[in-house]
């Protein structure tokens, strides 16, 4: 079930992160969940959803990190 706008993401997702993450968010579960389309026939691992939640919440962390303020930030650059 890929997303076609921030407004269809998960709660958990728009409510945490700013709207650039939710943006990046949303393109790496569309791109995991077209990635993994045969991953729902193998048993015993992660379904194809939980696996693109997965990939999406990673890429988030590359560039985004949950501050001391509970709110997630811009990684600095070095």
């Given at each position: 079930m890929p997303y076609k706008s921030r407004t269809d993401?998960?709660?958990n997702?728009?409510?945490v992160l700013p709207p650039h993450?939710?943006?990046i968010y949303k393109e790496a579960f569309?791109?995991?969940w077209d990635e993994y389309k045969?991953?729902?026939d193998r048993r015993?691992?992660?379904s194809r959803e939980e696996t693109a939640h997965k990939v999406a919440w990673s890429a988030v962390k590359h560039d985004y990190q949950?501050?001391?303020d509970d709110?997630?930030?811009p990684k600095k650059k070095h």
């Open positions: 993401l998960p709660d997702v728009r409510n993450a939710q943006d569309n791109s995991a045969d991953k729902e015993g691992d992660d949950k501050g001391d709110h997630w930030h």
